[in-house]
């Protein structure tokens, strides 16, 4: 539930060790609003969200990440005043490796090498393309095993959705399992392992991928076909 309205209505989704799973839908799907449920954001009042075997339902949002589980959020929520340096710890903030939170600090850094650069700059005065590498790099602080992206392409040039999703596919290939939320559904579905579609807040369809980027009706509605 959300609000009054009844955002979701018995979605049922799995997301495997390993994979990219892609969720597809127009605006107002309940593709956010599914994955605030997952990370604790907002409570449910049925169904089980279940990580290895574990009951995440009633967890709260802190315990949530503690468990795994991270979100990159919709519209990347810097934190503005503060460096990029500071805005990447805040990533770890529930972490107590103080020495692996350093190197894990420089492995970001070498995955974005532009977040080196800047790191003493305010984080506000970033391009959205090194926003979105920032708010990727912040939850990967977190060590989470799923990552979950919030339409990780909005406002960028093609050119930069072209690296950023370069850049989740080398994110999962490290080993982050990864459900991502993204409106550009042919690029979404070009990376994905499996994919969902949800409309109305129900699952309507589901397949690789590959299955439903070839299905006419998937062309016809969300990739100009």
Do not use: C, W
């Not at 339902?57 to 315990?63: G, I």
């Amino acid at each position: 539930m959300y609000g009054v309205i009844q955002a979701l209505k018995g979605v049922d989704l799995e997301v495997k060790d390993g994979e990219i799973v892609s969720l597809i839908g127009a605006n107002g799907a309940g593709k956010t609003t599914l994955l605030h449920a997952i990370s604790g954001i907002l409570k449910i009042s049925d169904g089980s969200i279940i990580l290895d075997g574990k009951e995440l339902t009633k967890t709260s949002a802190k315990q949530i990440v503690k468990s795994g589980i991270t979100q990159v959020p919709e519209g990347r929520r810097i934190f503005s005043g503060m460096s990029v340096y500071e805005n990447l710890l805040m990533g770890a903030y529930l972490r107590k490796d103080k020495n692996q939170i350093k190197q894990d600090l420089e492995d970001i850094y070498q995955r974005f090498p532009i977040l080196k650069e800047r790191k003493n700059q305010d984080a506000s005065t970033l391009s959205g393309g090194e926003q979105q590498m920032l708010a990727m790099g912040r939850a990967l602080m977190a060590k989470p095993k799923i990552l979950l992206l919030d339409e990780p392409s909005m406002g960028l040039a093609p050119i930069l959705v072209k690296e950023i999703f370069k850049i989740i596919q080398d994110i999962n290939a490290s080993g982050t399992t990864i459900l991502l939320v993204e409106q550009n559904a042919r690029m979404a579905l070009s990376i994905a392992h499996r994919a969902y579609v949800l409309e109305n807040g129900k699952i309507v369809l589901s397949g690789t991928g590959k299955e439903l980027s070839e299905s006419e009706d998937i062309q016809k509605a969300y990739l100009g076909g």
